[in-house]
T-cell receptor, first 114, second 111 residues
Framework: EAGVVQSPRYKIIEKKQPVAFWCNPI?????LYWYLQNLGQGPELLIR????????DSQLPKDRFSAERLKGVDSTLKIQPAELGDSAVYLC????????????FGPGTRLTVT | GDSVTQMEGPVTLSEEAFLTINCTYT??????LFWYVQYPGEGLQLLLK?????DKGSNKGFEATYRKETTSFHLEKGSVQVSDSAVYFC??????????FGIGTKLQVIP
């Protein structure tokens, strides 16, 4: 069974440029999460989807970040415009449902903003 | 809000040494507790979990017991191997089904 797929794995952009990350969750997993992980820190939730509905986006900086999950499967996280402080690893995870205790993580996208 | 505090690393041990990584938490209600592991170049993966007080989670020789009286979930292993070198994250699933992670503890096991 394929795990959570993320692309790209690495991205280097200049500040003020837009960037997008893509995530394909495990087949059948209704719940999808985007996390931000700064160096030396644990993951912090940005947004959680139940199918195509964003049920928790309280930590998503909505002035520059946006996300979508069309058809309740793949998801895209976008930053526009990127700032130096956005340099981090962006993790996607999925689970069968929000009550499921186990989240399966992708390898992450490492973003460097110069 | 919920929070998780775990010991900072890095922790360096010789092979076959005993491992303890401390984790304490603050949460309302009765959270579920987890240890995740991140091997170099890989994503986080669930190592073990406990969903109620006094439960013991175990996997791959690692153990952790949910201690409500001390709000702790310390990770232990009796004899570590070089292949255990990784970053270990303590986490809790609290209110509103939100997972809160600790900062991670890097473990390095030397032969």
């Amino acid at each position: 069974e394929a795990g959570v797929v993320q692309s790209p794995r690495y991205k280097i952009i200049e500040k003020k440029q837009p960037v997008a990350f893509w995530c394909n969750p495990i087949s059948g997993h209704n719940t999808l999460y985007w996390y931000l992980q700064n160096l030396g820190q644990g993951p912090e939730l940005l947004i959680r989807y139940e199918n195509e509905e964003a049920v928790d986006d309280s930590q998503l900086p909505k002035d520059r970040f946006s996300a979508e999950r069309l058809k309740g499967v793949d998801s895209t996280l976008k930053i526009q415009p990127a700032e130096l402080g956005d340099s981090a690893v962006y993790l996607c995870a999925s689970s069968l449902g929000y009550r499921d205790h186990e989240q399966y993580f992708g390898p992450g996208t490492r973003l460097t903003v110069t | 809000g919920d929070s998780v505090t775990q010991m900072e690393g890095p922790v360096t041990l010789s092979e076959e040494a005993f491992l303890t990584i401390n984790c304490t938490y603050t949460a309302t209600g009765y959270p579920s507790l987890f240890w995740y592991v991140q091997y170099p170049g890989e994503g986080l993966q669930l190592l073990l979990k406990a969903t109620k007080a006094d439960d013991k989670g175990s996997n791959k020789g690692f153990e952790a017991t949910y201690r409500k009286e001390t709000t702790s979930f310390h990770l232990e292993k009796g004899s570590v191997q070089v292949s255990d070198s990784a970053v270990y994250f303590c986490a809790l699933l609290g209110g509103y089904q939100k997972v809160t992670f600790g900062i991670g503890t890097k473990l390095q096991v030397i032969p």
